[in-house]
């Protein structure tokens, strides 16, 4: 039989399709269409059922665990409850977060969740200043939000503390690496530990979403709805502020982003140059979440990736400014 990292795109989202429909009875959603909506670093169906909605995902690279899960479903609820800006998770008619569906041809069991469906309109291309503006206000709710919120006794989320979260290092042993290659992402990975363990040091850790970015935020009448909440974790705020910033790569809409969180609360103690290190320390992870990806989209784009990484990282060593906008 074929390994599902061998799959074509096709071929893997019909066989995640199918494990789809086998999870719906789990959450008493039994009859419900389902329809591929995106297959990336996880994948994401719509459920529809009766007149309403659901999104339903299947973590396909996610690393996080059954406890991760409980955590990221209970604080998307206090979210929620306060707010009303992200999806409501749908327990399973047991009362649990999530179900497992074992498929042969994914290869282990697929852990699967389900929430509402919000229906707000897509972000297309990158943020704007205003948009960017509305982001910072968004995030800076979170992070008051997540300064009291506690994180349930049965359930954890992963310490930020490492540039690649954790993860197992793709990037140390890649096949026809060059020399000098090797040698940029030793110091770059070096350089933004440093400042990672340094901001972890002066304490203020607490949860956060991890991916702000417009591929995972919907415009509303009510302001921006924010989804995908699979890469939370306990982090220190600058680390999201850096986040959003490396998707959002332009200096004004920097500044936006800065303005709209500090019309909530004031900025997360980090300077600008930190906020650089931390936004290649988010160019390294990617790098190396598409190096061990089994999706076969990312994992056709890993190596010339790869490459733009090395050649932005270089350039960050260089003028101590990370942007994805070389020449």
């Known amino acids: 039989m074929t390994v599902y990292a061998d799959l074509t795109e096709p071929e893997q989202v019909a066989l995640l399709q199918a494990v789809a429909a086998r999870a719906l009875p789990a959450f008493g959603l039994d009859g419900g269409d389902v329809t591929p ?22 973590l396909v690279g996610s690393k996080a665990t059954t406890q991760h899960i409980a955590a990221q479903q209970a604080w998307q609820l206090s979210l929620a409850a306060e707010a009303g800006v992200v999806p409501v998770p749908l327990p399973t008619i047991d009362g649990a977060w999530w179900t497992g569906v074992a498929s042969e041809g994914f290869g282990r069991t697929a852990i699967v969740t389900v929430a509402s ?36 006794e049965d359930a954890t989320l992963p310490v930020f503390d490492d540039v690649l979260f954790g993860d197992v290092d793709a990037l140390a042993d890649v096949p026809g690496l060059a020399p000098g290659d090797r040698k940029v992402l030793r110091l770059a990975r070096e350089r933004a530990q440093a400042t ?17 970015h417009a591929g995972n935020l919907l415009r509303s009448a009510d302001g921006l709805q924010v989804l995908d909440f699979d890469d939370a974790g306990l982090g220190v705020p600058a680390l999201d502020v850096a986040i959003a910033r490396f998707y959002a790569d332009a200096p004004e809409v920097h500044e936006a982003l800065a303005e709209g969180y500090a019309s909530i609360a004031p900025l997360p103690d980090a300077t600008d140059a930190e ?53």
């Open 37 to 58: 909506v995106l297959h990336a670093y996880n994948s994401t169906f719509r459920v529809e059922l009766d007149g309403a909605s659901w999104a339903l995902r299947i």
């Open 117 to 152: 469906w919000l229906d707000g309109d897509a972000i297309v291309g990158d943020l704007d200043a205003g948009l960017a503006r509305s982001l910072g206000a968004t995030m800076a709710r979170m992070h008051v939000h997540a300064e009291t919120w506690t994180v349930p």
């Open 196 to 212: 990672l363990s340094e901001l972890h040091a002066r304490g203020g850790v607490r949860p956060l979403h991890a991916d702000l």
């Open 275 to 327: 906020l650089h290190a931390l936004a290649a320390g988010r160019q390294l992870l990617l790098a190396n979440d598409l190096l061990s990806s089994t999706t076969a989209s990312l994992r056709a784009d890993a190596r010339g990736y790869l490459d733009t990484a090395v050649r932005r990282l270089a350039a960050w060593l260089q003028s101590g400014v990370f942007t994805r906008r070389l020449d």
